[in-house]
């Protein structure tokens, strides 16, 4: 393996900060103004180059989809983060039960 298809396999990583501020607010149909001010207010923290340019990251850039769409549906941004958080919460909550279930069947009595 070849240190390109090294470098080319980062990009399935959901964190792995590939794309640009202009790349990434092309890509949400926002201005590079908002991601900024989710970067000033902190609500997202994107990754720094070396020379201080911010890269996002697939994640990142779901998030920022999310609080977008809270914030067009009128909440405020600390409202938003709060929704989010709590529907992160309630996933992870979810999937856990889900697992238990499983686990149950497979295993009713315990042991």
Same mark, same amino acid.
């Given at each position: 393996m070849t240190d390109a298809d090294d470098r080319l396999r980062r990009l399935d990583d959901p964190?792995?900060? &590939? *794309?640009?501020? !202009?790349? &990434? &607010?092309?890509l949400l149909g926002v201005q590079a103004a908002f *991601?900024? +001010? *989710?970067? !000033? +207010?902190?609500?997202l923290q994107p990754h720094r180059s070396t020379g201080g340019h911010r890269r996002y990251s697939r994640s990142q850039l779901g998030l920022a989809a999310r609080l977008r769409g809270l914030l067009d549906d009128g909440h405020p941004l600390a409202s938003a983060e709060t929704i989010v958080d709590l529907q992160d919460q309630l996933a992870a909550a979810r999937a856990d039960a889900d697992r238990l279930r499983k686990s149950l069947r497979r295993n009713p009595r315990g042991v």
């Open positions: 964190d792995f900060p &590939a *794309l640009t501020m !202009s790349q &990434a &607010a092309e *991601l900024r +001010s *989710l970067d !000033s +207010s902190g609500a």
